[in-house]
């Protein structure tokens, strides 16, 4: 299964608290979070609120745009090992195309306009 976005923005936070050797109480403590949330963030279970993350991520002195792109790049990682094991998995852009090819070799299939049907009521005017 896929990592969410709530797991890799709290793996990514862990990590950046780790690597600066600082606690979870004094983490919390700076950025005016309870420390049983700031866990919760970190472990996944929890999706934290743009301002709650913009206040992590000053209190461990990091930019909210590098969190966000460690998470993605997590995520990425992730959905890539993920296919090996299970090449059936699409991404969703390539089933979002296969929904445009027609059954006759890969032939694209264009819109078509969508007329209102003849009025009953000027089909029997005209006769009349």
Do not use: F, N
């Not at 969703?92 to 027609?102: E, K, V």
């Amino acid at each position: 299964m896929a990592v969410l976005l709530r797991e890799a923005i709290g793996g990514s936070l862990r990590r950046a608290r780790t690597a600066r050797r600082r606690t979870l109480r004094e983490v919390s403590r700076q950025a005016r979070v309870s420390l049983g949330y700031l866990s919760e963030v970190e472990r996944g279970v929890k999706e934290a609120s743009s301002e709650l993350l913009a206040s992590i991520c000053e209190a461990l002195d990091i930019s909210l745009p590098d969190l966000l792109t460690s998470a993605a790049e997590e995520m990425a990682l992730s959905m890539a090992t993920q296919s090996m094991r299970s090449p059936l998995i699409v991404p969703i852009g390539q089933r979002h195309a296969d929904l445009r090819i027609a059954g006759s070799g890969s032939a694209v299939v264009s819109p078509q306009p969508v007329t209102a049907p003849a009025s009953p009521v000027a089909s029997v005017s005209a006769a009349a």
